[in-house]
């Protein structure tokens, strides 16, 4: 049995230590195992500190981006190059605990062929970013043909079967969450209460988050666009009553007074219902554009493995 073990990294310098030191005393437990780290394009000396570890003889692999290409495609890289049986990807901030790795591996042994975890509670979670997040996998799961479990995370455990149905796929736009609830086998999920951010600041600004949500809509439902047509029709019905009304009491009253008030509103309210629409339709259309170039989803400057 070869456990993997996948994490993202993107400026982590002082956490990549600490980090390795708490996962090999729980993976020094198993027979065989590898940590694969990648390297997103960091400014930082995060990708010295790997090497160092891997000169003092840890049992460590990496992958280093020429440039940032964010975590999703991070996470899908370290999915390519994994050798394990199974596979466990978490942060390198620390606030997924390795603790949780024994859990994983044991539910994985009973069967299982995903186990992931749901979050309980950010600890320094603002109020906005809870509610931001719980109303994001409200409207995903409301909308899309799967279901995710609010809260949950990219700390999980995938079997080499699901693994390689995942390396298969070759989707620009990445959603692993997603794409994890898509595939089904047998699933678990195991609750955790994140530990505070070791050292650093988050990478996760509120504009990665909103593109984050735009990626998972847009990726597993087209009842946006549904949504948009149906939003015209109902626009036009209410145009026609409208202007039915307009109609009327123009030949049939005096009680018409000039103004700008209506008009202006109803201007508006139209122009901005159309804009909307036009870039739901926009958010589709730039996806197939991007899609149809069929460019690499990353590009590795080195690494210390093959896939």
């Known amino acids: 049995m070869k456990i993997s073990v996948v994490i993202p990294c993107y400026n982590e310098e002082q956490n990549i230590p600490i980090l390795v030191k708490k996962l090999t005393e729980v993976l020094n437990k198993y027979s065989d195992y590898e940590i694969i780290f990648v390297d997103d394009g960091s400014t930082d000396a995060t990708l010295e500190r790997i090497k160092e570890l891997v000169e003092n003889g ?25 050798t394990g049986d199974c596979l466990i990807t978490l942060d390198a901030d620390l606030q997924h605990p390795p603790e949780l790795v024994d859990a ?13 975890t749901v979050r309980k509670e950010y600890p320094d979670a603002s109020f ?21 479990t609010p809260g949950t995370a990219d700390f999980r455990l995938l079997d080499r079967k699901v693994i390689d149905i995942l390396r298969e796929l070759n989707e ?4 692993l969450r997603g794409l994890v609830s898509w595939v089904g086998f047998r699933q678990y999920a195991l609750e955790y209460t994140p530990q505070k951010r070791y050292s650093g600041k988050t990478k ?22 549904h949504l948009a047509t149906f939003l015209g029709l109902i626009l036009a019905f209410l145009c026609i009553l409208y202007g039915g009304y307009a109609v009327g009491i123009t ?17 508006l309210f139209i122009g901005s219902i159309q804009l909307l629409i036009l870039g739901i339709i926009g958010e589709y259309l730039g996806k197939l554009f991007i899609e149809s170039k069929r460019r690499p989803q990353y590009i590795i400057k080195e690494k210390n493995c093959e896939k």
């Open 204 to 225: 996760y600004s509120f504009k990665n988050m909103i593109l984050l949500a735009i990626t998972g809509i847009t990726s597993f439902s087209t009842r946006p666009l």
């Open 128 to 148: 906005l970013k809870r509610k931001t997040s719980w109303l994001f996998y409200k409207l995903l799961n409301k909308i899309s043909e799967i279901e995710i």
């Open 104 to 116: 994983m591996i044991q539910k994985w042994q009973e069967g299982y062929d995903i186990v992931y």
């Open 251 to 267: 030949i049939f009253t005096d009680k018409t007074v000039p103004g700008w008030a209506s008009l202006i509103v109803s201007v």
């Open 172 to 175: 620009t736009f990445i959603f």
């Open 58 to 82: 840890a049992k460590i692999k990496y992958l280093a981006f020429s440039r940032n290409f964010g975590q999703q495609k991070a996470l899908k890289a370290g999915l390519d190059y994994s």
